[in-house]
């Protein structure tokens, strides 16, 4: 008897030739698109890029339809408009991405990381001073918000999915009102309930406590998301099994919407990290190194970056743009620290 | 009689030489007494009384929406959970109301264990740890874990299949171990009684079979109630069995008894009319 060997196919792939007839439209888009740029009235990068989206939509839907005819139209127009789309949203965040890099690793030294501004004036030369002042203190002020803002964000979640109490309508509509807040209101709402009339003066602190009225909410509503994903079986198990509803939700349903929680913090993070607005009147802005988050003023890296911005001089700017790019490494390594710390327990 | 229901005795009258009901020594079981239950205004359930001798197997049969499921859902207390849930009448367990004032209702579920017609393990945590999640649970004291997890496993039928994986996630077994995984571990908290919520309806025929015969093993040693939609398995498994039946209005009992007699001799034409398949 022969053995006929059997490879694995995939079928459902595309072939060279239609991956051929996709470059092909590209390409003749682009080159469409081109001479029309340069030949026509049409200038610049915004008229490339609407002559290439356009030639290359209508370009897609005869290809889609001369080989699969007319029922293709609505499905190629379709899948052409949401390619556009995601370019759309994709353009603007990889520019901002690579202004940041390409502008602010100019700035880029070693005793950034090691000075303050203490000694050194915006207006100096980039080498002079640095910016560990603002780099604590972002770190204090996350720090801070979070210990505040996540516990009481996550229970306020338990409390609307899982109690369901008395006033848990109200305290939703509070949790929506409170996710509107314009951030600076939360500053101006610190300054003159906390800084005027208590012993708090404008520090680290006071400045926590303005960001963390902006994470709460944001907390809250995607950690009550993630709980109402955890299925009722769960709950009904636990319970059935003789414990109370306490114990059911802290060893059954936090550890089952544990990734989900670790985005909520992740996203309240995101959420407050980059705001000015409402560290204006509660944090002072420091030149100086201060350890001391309840005491005296300290700077953050969104504060650094704006008070760079408004001085407008070539080397202030230039510490502006060193300043977004420090916060987005240091943002994103608190992400990808929160996702391995987080993703390790439950394997895949 | 038509062949269907006289196959269907067959089964029952083996099982019923196989043990002589009502005679296992523990306890004083269970009894419902005039229980009725109500979502919001709709009353659901109406007026139930049915005494459980210990070491019996009984199935509660019935169509859709009859309240077998209610009815074993305010045994231990998980009725109360639906917000708008009422009900009326006693649950005694050895001779006390479960729903007396002052009654402590996690240790009611602790002597009364339920499975659910979906098998749902705890995603985040292992085999093992999902056995033995209701030791954490209700915060018991055990001497030997290791002891009683193995001794859950086997008495579920899961541990040859599981032994060398106990620490792997209960998200990776079949739909028939994962269930057999949620029998192991209610029976770690030692209930009286165990509460099966069509414990075979997600299942395929091979591991339905398992849990049957996990449930003739278990009855050795605990009351067991089930509700099944599957004839033959209540002819198989129960030792009683009880019919229920909506029309139209709330669920009522119709007719209860030794199972042998509900499918062969029952009293009541519409418990013959479902047991012999005429409707429902």
Not at chain 1, 77 to 93: D, H, K, Q, R
Not at chain 1, 270 to 295: Q, S, V
Request: proline share 5%; charged share 15%; aromatic share 6%.
């Amino acid at each position: 008897m022969t053995t006929i060997q059997v490879k694995p196919q995939r079928p459902w792939k595309a072939t060279p030739r239609d991956m051929g007839t996709t470059a092909g439209v590209i390409l003749l888009s682009a080159l469409a698109s081109l001479l029309l740029v340069l030949g026509t009235g049409l200038k610049g990068k915004i008229g490339f890029m609407v002559c290439f989206i356009l030639i290359s939509t209508i370009l897609q839907v005869v290809v889609g339809v001369r080989k699969f005819g007319r029922k293709a139209l609505g499905d190629n127009i379709a899948s052409s408009l949401i390619y556009v789309g995601a370019a759309i949203v994709f353009l603007p965040v990889f520019s901002i991405l690579y202004m940041a890099v390409t502008k602010g690793a100019a700035g880029l030294h070693p005793s950034l990381f090691t000075e303050t501004m203490f000694n050194a004036s915006f207006l100096d030369p980039i080498d002079k001073g640095g910016l560990l002042h603002s780099l604590v203190g972002t770190l204090y002020l996350i720090s801070i918000a979070m210990i505040i803002s996540v516990p009481m964000g996550i229970l306020t979640a338990l409390y609307l999915t899982e109690i369901r109490g008395p006033g848990a309508g109200f305290i939703q509509f509070i949790v929506q009102a409170m996710s509107g807040v314009p951030s600076v209101v939360a500053g101006l709402f610190i300054f003159t309930s906390v800084i005027l009339i208590s012993p708090l003066k404008a520090s680290g602190a006071a400045g926590a406590l303005a960001l963390a009225i902006l994470m709460i909410p944001t907390v809250t509503r995607t950690s009550q998301e993630v709980l109402l994903l955890v299925p009722h079986d769960l709950r009904e198990a636990g319970l059935a099994l003789g414990a109370t509803q306490w114990k059911t939700v802290a060893t059954i349903v936090v550890p089952a919407a544990r990734n989900g929680l670790i985005t909520a913090t992740i996203l309240g993070v995101a959420r407050i990290a980059g705001e000015t607005a409402p560290l204006i009147f509660t944090i002072g802005g420091a030149d100086k190194l201060n350890l001391n988050p309840f005491k005296d003023y300290q700077s953050a890296l969104p504060f650094y970056v704006w008070k760079g911005l408004v001085l407008g001089t070539p080397e202030s700017l230039q510490r502006a743009w060193t300043g977004i790019l420090v916060l987005l490494v240091l943002v994103l390594s608190l992400f990808i620290a929160a996702r391995t710390l987080g993703g390790k327990k439950m394997g895949k | 009689m038509n062949n269907a229901a006289s196959s269907l005795a067959d089964v029952s009258k083996q099982r019923a030489t196989q043990k002589s009901p009502g005679s296992a020594p523990m306890g004083t079981g269970l009894e419902a007494r005039g229980v009725h239950a109500w979502f919001g205004s709709h009353l659901a359930l109406e007026d139930v009384s049915l005494d459980f001798a210990a070491g019996t197997v009984t199935a509660l049969i019935g169509p859709s929406g009859c309240g077998k499921s209610t009815f074993i859902r305010t045994i231990n207390r998980m009725h109360e959970f639906i917000p708008t849930a009422a009900m009326a009448g006693e649950v005694l367990l050895d001779g006390k109301d479960v729903y007396a004032p002052g009654t402590d209702v996690t240790k009611i579920r602790l002597q009364i264990g339920m499975v659910f017609q979906k098998p749902n393990p705890f995603p985040s945590m292992t085999i093992g740890e999902n056995v033995l999640s209701g030791i954490k649970l209700a915060q018991l004291k055990v001497d030997n874990k290791e002891e009683l997890l193995e001794e859950c496993l086997v008495r579920a039928g899961l541990w040859n299949e599981v032994k060398d994986r106990l620490g792997a996630h209960a998200g990776g077994l079949s739909g028939g171990q994962q269930q057999r995984l949620c029998i192991a571990r209610s029976l770690a908290v030692q209930p009286k009684v165990l509460l099966m919520d069509e414990p075979c309806s997600a299942l395929d025929p091979g591991s339905t079979l398992r849990i049957e015969e996990t449930i003739s093993e278990l009855s050795k040693s605990m009351t067991i109630i089930i509700v099944t939609h599957n004839m033959q398995q209540a002819a198989r498994v129960s030792d009683y069995t009880a019919f229920f039946l909506s029309e139209g209005g709330p669920g009522r009992m119709i007719e209860v008894g030794p199972t042998t007699e509900i499918f062969t001799r029952p009293r009541d034409i519409k418990t013959e009319n479902y047991v012999s398949g005429r409707f429902g």
